[in-house]
């Protein structure tokens, strides 16, 4: 026991000293707070008078604001992602229809242990604005989820692998909350008796992502986020999100987004959001 924790503390001290003879050569103005922050608008309208071959007048619109806070330092890397988006349509008679709603802000932690697999803590937070409807073949509306209601809350802490900015990924031990206060089927199993408000999960996390340009004006980027409770290891939830962007001008740019999720407790089924259209972007800072 002994001889394996002074190899272990061997290694670290190494690796910290051979860390820190080549972060000695990295200039000083690198390090410190950088941000970015984007707007965006999507607008799609079509409008019809005396149109022989038929057609709805329809109105859509998503609002979109995304962006990172890095503060990096010698031994240290802290970033936050957030982004914040809403949108509706408009279709004829039937009224304003939300299209996507979404609060999604992560903050990761880490320590620069190694050039490539480095120790970190997170945690991210999942919600969204307005109130959520399904619609029957009538068009009834009923109400199925609302402000923080649910609300998902991840901490992690494991190891995170980096390879140049086109590929990271980390794995780490997470405790995945569930909060609701009226929707509770959201933090229920399909089929449990007992009715609860609040869900805690201990499991695995892994999270990967993917920033790769494909060509000068395409981007492609990537998240897939797994979680795996330790009481149901064969129900993995799936979270992934998929994005390729071409940038026409300055501020034009044309994207198409789709997302996968896969969660047993709020649908047997996979979920699977589309979306296609043109954006104005414009850079913040």
């Given at each position: 026991?002994?001889?394996t924790f ?8 190494l ?6 003879s080549?972060?000695?050569?990295t200039p000083?103005d690198?390090f410190?707070?950088?941000h ?18 038929g057609?709805d ?12 806070s890095?503060d ?10 957030y982004?914040f988006a809403?949108?509706q349509a ?8 939300k299209?996507d ?8 932690y ?9 120790p970190y ?9 307005a109130p ?8 009834r ?15 992690a ?7 140049g900015?086109?590929?990271k990924t ?5 405790m ?6 009226e929707f509770?089927q ?23 992502e993917v920033?790769?340009?494909?060509d ?7 998240k897939?986020?797994?979680f795996d ?5 064969k129900?993995i939830i799936v ?6 962007t ?13 997302q ?19 954006n104005l ?5």
């Amino acid at each position: 026991m002994r001889s394996t924790f002074i190899l272990f503390f061997c290694a670290f001290t190494l690796s910290a000293f051979a860390q820190d003879s080549t972060k000695a050569l990295t200039p000083p103005d690198t390090f410190g707070w950088k941000h970015t922050l984007v707007s965006m608008l999507t607008l799609t309208q079509s409008s019809y008078k005396d149109w022989a071959q038929g057609g709805d007048d329809a109105l859509a619109y998503t609002g979109t604001i995304s962006g990172k806070s890095v503060d990096d330092e010698q031994m240290t890397n802290w970033t936050t992602t957030y982004r914040f988006a809403f949108g509706q349509a408009n279709l004829a008679n039937q009224g304003a229809r939300k299209t996507d709603d979404a609060i999604d802000v992560s903050s990761v932690y880490l320590y620069k242990l190694d050039k490539y697999v480095n120790p970190y803590i997170s945690v991210a937070l999942l919600s969204q604005f307005a109130p959520g409807y399904t619609y029957d073949d009538s068009g009834r509306a009923t109400q199925v989820s609302k402000f923080f209601d649910p609300g998902y809350l991840t901490e992690a802490a494991g190891f995170g692998y980096t390879s140049g900015p086109q590929f990271k990924t980390r794995l780490g031990f997470a405790m995945r909350e569930v909060f609701t206060s009226e929707f509770t089927q959201y933090a229920n199993d399909p089929g449990a008796t007992q009715i609860v408000k609040t869900r805690v999960d201990g499991g695995l996390q892994s999270v990967t992502e993917v920033n790769l340009k494909i060509d000068d004006n395409v981007l492609f980027t990537a998240k897939l986020d797994l979680f795996d409770a330790f009481k149901s290891f064969k129900q993995i939830i799936v979270n992934s999100d998929n994005t390729i962007t071409a940038k026409v001008s300055k501020y034009i740019s044309a994207g198409l987004d789709v997302q996968f999720i896969n969660d047993h407790t709020v649908s047997t089924r996979t979920q699977i959001k589309e979306g296609l259209g043109l954006n104005l972007s414009y850079s913040i800072f």
